[in-house]
């Protein structure tokens, strides 16, 4: 089992801090709306992805457990 | 405006086949009965295993695009425990599709007996038909098997109708499951992505109605061998043919030769374009096709004619799938928009050609798996192959040219089967 960075693209409105708290996992497409890194997260991404998360005004950001990124 | 689609009402169907053995009418309980026997018993957990065994060994699966195998599905949504509800889904969403109309619309009795089938198998509590609100033919065909079944006393689950808005997306099955659990008919995210069974107290199960109807053969008493069979939705300028194909048929065999064509969409609006040659020598079947790297997804195929600009048609369905978004997710509501914008740049040829292809090549791989649920992946999909089975004709737009005859639409949208 390994850890994700998943989005509920419903609940994002493309504030874009995300991006800046986690810019090795966090891209934004042109029209302003993150594109998330699908591999698991590493020691390094985590920590990243735990400010994003916490970051997000949305609560759009979660992290799951599962088997693979698809 | 000349339309060339048939209303739903008038959809043209093969008859004396395993799934439309009757003409242009619904066949009642009565006659349902005596062409197809009781249901078998489901009565202990053997009449249950020998029913999921026949469904396995069949290979039924989804057809409603996945092509998920149903016995799997099944097998899934028991180990996530009872109680729950089954769906058949019967709100086909594209103006191009038929066949659900047509199932519904003659043999209502043996999609309702794969619902039931499926119902016992996974214990459910309850039982339902997710209908577009605006099906007024489909609805009246399901509200009269609805009151002969109730008289006979057949479910023992209750069943019952769950309307739709006339939505494209809220056919999409995560958008059934939000509705059934009290939300609105949008597609929801689920981050686990589970094929079969909704989160929360009440797990919600959604099949396609003519995968449904393939397991009401199966539970059916009066059955013969199961024919490996899909229902097939052919658009051709005389309007929509839905045809049960055997697996053994080819697209050469299936299109008339009074349709030549160049190019197919294969899959819908949501699927692929592909050269006639690729596929006439083909079988129209699922399994075959994956090899191909294709696709009959919900059963649609539409030879373009040659009289068609592919360019042009590309463009209008873009421009109906944008409009169809649920407006939840950036990607699609941004997205679907600007495609929507330099197809129709593409189709209106001259020199923002060169740019619009540009920017499409750069973004449309940033649009894939960005939604809820996979509305833009489809037409980003349906986008690429265009891009490719259509490259001289790109050429062609440019040098402002067009290989078209006709200026009149081939491929249906909604707002004109209303204005009909």
């Given at each position: ?13 493309g ?48 992290i ?7 | ?31 349902f ?59 086909e ?57 109730a008289?006979a ?82 658009l ?62 919900a ?8 009289s ?11 421009e ?78 440019r ?22």
């Amino acid at each position: 089992m390994n850890k994700h960075l998943l989005i509920d693209p419903t609940k994002c409105d493309g504030v874009g801090i995300c991006a800046i708290k986690a810019p090795d996992l966090i891209q934004m497409d042109v029209w302003g709306f993150p594109i998330i890194e699908s591999a698991p997260l590493t020691d390094n991404t985590k920590k990243q992805a735990k400010k994003a998360l916490r970051a997000c005004p949305k609560k759009a950001l979660l992290i799951i457990e599962r088997e693979s990124p698809a | 405006m000349t339309l060339t689609l048939l209303p739903a009402n008038e959809i043209r169907y093969d008859v004396g086949n395993s799934l439309f053995p009757t003409g242009s009418r619904r066949f009642d309980l009565t006659e349902f009965e005596a062409r197809f026997g009781s249901s078998i018993p489901l009565e202990n957990n053997a009449d249950l295993e020998a029913l999921l065994s026949r469904i396995e060994q069949a290979g039924v699966h989804g057809r409603g695009g996945a092509h998920f195998p149903s016995a799997v599905k099944i097998r899934s949504a028991i180990l996530a425990g009872a109680g729950g509800t089954v769906i058949a889904n019967a709100a086909e969403g594209e103006p191009s599709a038929a066949k659900d109309a047509a199932l519904w619309q003659t043999n209502p009795h043996l999609v309702l007996r794969g619902l039931a089938a499926v119902g016992a198998l996974t214990q459910a509590k309850s039982l339902g038909v997710w209908v577009h609100e605006d099906s007024y033919s489909t609805r009246s065909s399901m509200a009269g098997a609805f009151k002969e079944r109730a008289a006979a006393e057949i479910d023992r689950l209750p069943l019952r109708a769950y309307l739709a808005p006339h939505r494209y997306v809220s056919g999409e099955a995560s958008a059934i499951i939000n509705a059934v659990q009290g939300g609105s008919a949008v597609p929801k995210f689920f981050p686990t992505k589970s094929r079969a069974w909704g989160e929360g107290n009440a797990p919600v199960l959604v099949f396609n109605s003519e995968t449904l109807a393939h397991i009401g053969l199966l539970a059916s008493s009066l059955n013969w061998a199961p024919l490996e069979s899909t229902l097939v939705t052919l658009l051709t300028l005389n309007g929509r043919y839905v045809r049960e194909v055997s697996s053994d048929t080819t697209f050469a065999e299936l299109l008339e030769p009074s349709d030549p064509a160049e190019h197919v969409l294969l899959g819908g609006y949501g699927g692929q374009w592909v050269n006639w040659q690729d596929i006439a020598h083909s079988r129209v079947h699922e399994a075959s096709l994956a090899g191909q790297g294709l696709s009959l997804g919900a059963g649609i195929v539409a030879p373009l004619p040659n009289s068609h600009c592919g360019l042009i048609e590309t463009s209008r369905i873009v421009e109906w799938m944008a409009s169809q978004s649920a407006q939840q997710c950036g990607p699609c509501i941004f997205g679907l928009q600007w495609l929507a914008e330099d197809i129709q740049a593409l189709a209106a040829g001259g020199r923002k050609v060169i740019g619009a292809l540009d920017r499409l090549n750069d973004r449309l791989p940033q649009l894939m798996k960005r939604g809820a649920c996979s509305h833009p992946d489809g037409v980003v999909r349906m986008t690429n192959t265009a891009l490719e089975v259509f490259a001289s004709e790109i050429s062609l737009h440019r040098k402002n040219k067009c290989s078209a005859s006709s200026t009149q639409p081939f491929f249906p949208t909604e707002s004109e089967i209303h204005a009909v």
